[in-house]
Structure formats: structure tokens, C-alpha cells
């Protein structure tokens, strides 16, 4: 993931009641940083959407937005802005633009090989005690991660869980949802794993039901929406080196509390967390963080 190239992360569970603004943030810094046009495009994607981009790093996402703006032939913020009133596609087409969509397979082979030797013991624990786990893939993009989980999981501990997928963005969350993925897209996949879970659809690879079973797939935004509680293992890779210090303590104090006791937290490989213990967290090996 080019870091230089800023997009918005995919990550979003319902939203319910009224979207909440980040007070002064629309018409105070961002209008006086990047200007007043700025601000009304930003402040119309939040009202159209519950996407809040001043909790996003401001830099990247103006450099971004502006590339946008410029590609479509728009003069100025303003007349972007207009545009984006009057045409609902034109709104989708900008989002398609700024969200991120790169995922795979069981990314980052050592850590899943981690979560197998290291996570899967106490996750059967958490099973004993509650019957099932619950797993959420926050920020699942177009669900290869789900599914990552849920077939490691299966091999490793049997059904006894259940997965959460959740994005904010709905095109990603379509794709998941259908479990349709090329041939590029499955080479994470080790053979014997791709056979027992999919199915070959002439040039594609289709999830089969027994798995699609045990993963289900809804609209998420983690900076607005309230989250899921009971959760055994959280998976979050990736998604908050977007976001600004003051996004990134909202999602890792909420996903703190998400936790049942002794929970796990599997963040990204860039997203190391130096003052776990703030959030109620211990960390018990690399990119791994248990609920105390």
C-alpha cells in the first residue's frame, strides 16, 4: 500500500440515528487550511454518507480529493461541490476514488501462521466458555479477509465461531457478499485449502456454501457507527494508519471495549500500538493484543 497515494481505508456495523459531526472540524480547519470549496465537498460527503474525512489525515486527503477534481475537469472545489449535489453518481464515482480496496488472502503468511500456533488455543478457550466465538473483520474490504479467518478457524478449531465482515464501502461489501474472486485474487491460497473451500467457475473461484455459511457481511463506519460487543477475536489491518490521532484512539478505544476478557485484537503490520495498556490491552506477540 503506497502510503504517498492517500485513499480512504476500507473498514465500516448499521449506522443508527443521526449522523454525528465533528464539531467546528468542516468549517474551522479545514476551511482555513485548504479553503472554504474544501470544506463544502467534505461537508456534503458527510451529510450524503456519514463519512467524516476531517478525522482522516487532512494532507493526504486534500491531495487526493484535489487529483479527483482536477481529473474531472471540475475548476474548483466549489464546482465539484455542486456537481456532487445534483448527482448521486458523480458521489459514488468520487468515493470509488478515494477508497482504498487492496486486501488478499491470508496477508502476511507469518502472522496467520502466528494466529494458528498462538491464537487458535485461546480462542477455543473463549469457545468453552461461550459456546462460540465471535470474529469481526473490521475494514474487510472485498471480504478476502473474512474468509481468511473463517477457513483458519475451521481447520484449526472447528464451527464454533462465527464471522463478521463489515466495510464501509458498498461496492467492496457486494463483492464479499457474492464470493466471486479471480484467479489473481485466490493466489494467496494454498492448494488444498483453495479446493476445500471453493469451487472453480470457469476463469473465476467461487466461495462455497459451507463457508459462506459462517460468514455474514454489513456496512460499517468505524469513526461514526456504534460497535458490535461480545467479540472474541477483532481483526483490523491496515485500516487506521489513515486516520488522524484523535481517529485512531476512537477506533482502538472502541474496539478495546468491542472485546470479551482475554479477547484478541490482530492488528496491521503497520499499526503497532505503544501504549496498549491505555486501551486495556496487553500485547502477547507481535501485531497481537489480548483484552485484559
Not at 481483526?235 to 476478557?261: E, Q, W
Amino acid at each position: 500500500m503506497n502510503l504517498e497515494t492517500p485513499y480512504l481505508p476500507h473498514q465500516q456495523v448499521r449506522r443508527s440515528g443521526p449522523v454525528q459531526v465533528n464539531p467546528g472540524a468542516l468549517c474551522g480547519d479545514d476551511a482555513r487550511v485548504y479553503g472554504p470549496g474544501y470544506s463544502c465537498v467534505c461537508k456534503i460527503i458527510l451529510e450524503r454518507t456519514g463519512i467524516d474525512l476531517s478525522r482522516y489525515k487532512g494532507q493526504q486527503m486534500h491531495r487526493r480529493l484535489n487529483a479527483y477534481r482536477q481529473r474531472q475537469g471540475f475548476p474548483s472545489f466549489y464546482a465539484l461541490a455542486s456537481s456532487l449535489e445534483r448527482d448521486r453518481e458523480s458521489l459514488g464515482s468520487l468515493l470509488d476514488y478515494i477508497t482504498i480496496n487492496v486486501s488478499g488472502f491470508f496477508r502476511d503468511t507469518e502472522q496467520w501462521e502466528g494466529l494458528v500456533r498462538r491464537i487458535v488455543p485461546i480462542l477455543r478457550k473463549l469457545a468453552d466458555r461461550n459456546r462460540e466465538v465471535f470474529v469481526w473483520s473490521a475494514g474487510s474490504s472485498g471480504g478476502q479477509e473474512a474468509y481468511s479467518v473463517a477457513m483458519a478457524l475451521d481447520r484449526h478449531m472447528g464451527r464454533r465461531f462465527r464471522v463478521l465482515g463489515t466495510d464501509i464501502h458498498r461496492p467492496s461489501l457486494d463483492k464479499a457478499s457474492s464470493g466471486r474472486y479471480s484467479e489473481d485474487e485466490v493466489q494467496g491460497i494454498p492448494p488444498e485449502i483453495l479446493n476445500a473451500y471453493f469451487s472453480r467457475d470457469g476463469a473465476a473461484y467461487t466461495v462455497k456454501p459451507s463457508l459462506r455459511r459462517l460468514v455474514t457481511f454489513e456496512r460499517h463506519n468505524l469513526l461514526s457507527d456504534p460497535y458490535p460487543s461480545g467479540v472474541g477475536l477483532v481483526l483490523c489491518r491496515n485500516v487506521m494508519i489513515y486516520f488522524t490521532a484523535a481517529g485512531k484512539d476512537h477506533v482502538l478505544r472502541n474496539l478495546s471495549k468491542s472485546l470479551v476478557p482475554e479477547g484478541v485484537f490482530f492488528a496491521g503490520s503497520t499499526e503497532a500500538i505503544v501504549d496498549a495498556n491505555k486501551y486495556g490491552l496487553t500485547q502477547i506477540m507481535p501485531f497481537f493484543y489480548q483484552a485484559m
